[in-house]
């Protein structure tokens, strides 16, 4: 099994910047890719952007330019640098680990964007 820990969100005011974390532990396969999901009050989880163990990464048309994922493989740890930071950007963000086998979530953080 994998275990991840999220850490950075909070409150922040439009056009302000946070940074997430989410460090894996546990059984972790070398080929396996981590990512930031998000889910407003009352919506669906939505993709936020993914990156896989070889750096290929993935964004959401909605934070393109805006958002950085990255990751730290030594540390098993993935990135989110969220800047220009919007009210709707406003949501519960969950970091996901997967490999050829295994999937699982976070735990959550909540980030709050004030206008």
């Known amino acids: 099994q994998v275990q991840l820990v999220e850490s950075g969100g909070g409150l922040v005011q439009a056009g302000g910047s946070l940074r997430l974390s989410c460090a894996a532990s546990?059984?972790?396969?070398?080929?396996?890719?981590m990512g930031w999901y998000r889910q407003a009050p009352g919506k669906q989880r939505e993709l936020v952007s993914t990156?896989?163990?070889?750096?290929?990464?993935n964004y959401a048309d909605s934070v393109k330019g805006r958002f950085t994922i990255s990751r730290d493989n030594a540390k098993n740890t993935v990135f989110l640098q969220m800047n220009s930071l919007k009210p709707e950007d406003t949501a519960v963000y969950y970091c996901?680990?997967?490999?050829?086998?295994?999937?699982?979530w976070g735990q959550g953080t909540q980030v709050t964007v004030s206008s």
């Open positions: 996901d680990y997967y490999d050829v086998s295994y999937h699982c």
């Open positions: 990156i896989t163990s070889t750096g290929s990464t």
């Open positions: 546990g059984s972790i396969f070398a080929i396996n890719a």
